[in-house]
């Protein structure tokens, strides 16, 4: 299994300050939580918390308190620092992850080292070894982006909990459908659109999920330390080609980005962009 780190500093986040005209965009602060010298280990989690964490996942939606307790009760408690890594690719497909707090990268590598397939989740998401029969291995790398907190729950014990409630199991066809239809869509993309586009695409797409509102109307903010190599495996290029989309984007006046943020200054010119 890979390593998990047992310290973390504050999540920081610089306040972004775009230079005029561009409107002033308001950077809120990302959660932090204060790790043990346990951290990577499993760790209590309150009854009424963990809870909680439940009802905002999407699969157990409509399950009642004593169902979540029980399933709950087959779940353990972890946390990473930026940079940990929740499982890796090739390893032993052992567990199903549900995020309670933080953000994730999840990536494939190719023979020369360039990664592939980008996505990210947040709280409430799940991933892992979402399987019915459970795989040889995890086919992708995930990695936190600022100090993040899961639910584990064993992969035989999650597909217990889908045969018991077939709702939870159904829950699992749509999130994992709604992977696949993104990937086609994505290749699609990567065949036909320019870089530009697929790039603008991209920002998009993270600025419906993880985007807050700016202080100027219809900006968005996107609070996630996207690098090259990110930029470059969500657009399918080189990080050379996703740097100078970048550039033209912001040129354009329709984005503006800073050390951990990303503006969305202009969502109907970004939806235009070649």
Not at 226 to 233: E, I, N, V, Y
Not at 241 to 249: D, E, G, H, P
Request: proline letters at 6%; a positive charge; charged letters at 20%.
């Amino acid at each position: 299994m890979s390593e998990k780190p047992n310290t973390v500093t504050q999540a920081s986040v610089t306040r972004p300050t775009p230079h005029l005209p561009k409107p002033h965009l308001r950077a809120l602060p990302l959660r932090a939580v204060p790790l043990r010298s346990t951290c990577g280990r499993p760790h209590p989690c309150p009854p009424a918390m963990q809870r909680r964490i439940l009802e905002q996942i999407c699969l157990f939606q409509g399950l009642s308190g004593d169902e979540l307790a029980s399933i709950g009760a087959r779940m353990e408690s972890l946390a990473w620092s930026a940079g940990g890594a929740l499982f890796s690719a090739g390893e032993p497909a052992e567990h199903v992850y549900l995020l309670a707090a933080g953000q994730v990268k999840a990536f494939r590598t190719t023979v020369t080292g360039q990664r592939t397939s980008l996505d990210f989740f947040g709280p409430g998401d799940v991933l892992g070894g979402l399987t019915w029969a459970g795989g040889s291995g995890y086919t992708e790398t995930a990695l936190a982006l600022v100090t993040t907190c899961a639910l584990q729950i064993d992969a035989g014990a999650f597909r217990e909990v889908m045969f018991a409630h077939p709702s939870v199991a159904l829950g699992v066809l749509d999130v994992v459908s709604g992977r696949l239809a993104r990937a086609r869509s994505a290749e699609q993309e990567q065949a036909s659109a320019t870089v530009t586009k697929r790039v603008a695409t991209g920002l998009l797409r993270l600025a419906d999920t993880f985007g807050v509102p700016g202080d100027a109307p219809g900006t968005t903010l996107i609070q996630l330390p996207l690098s090259r190599a990110d930029l470059a495996a969500m657009a399918g290029t080189s990080a050379e080609s996703a740097s100078r989309a970048m550039s033209r984007l912001r040129r354009s006046g329709l984005i503006d980005t800073g050390r951990r943020w990303t503006a969305v200054l202009d969502a109907d010119g970004l939806l235009a962009a070649k």
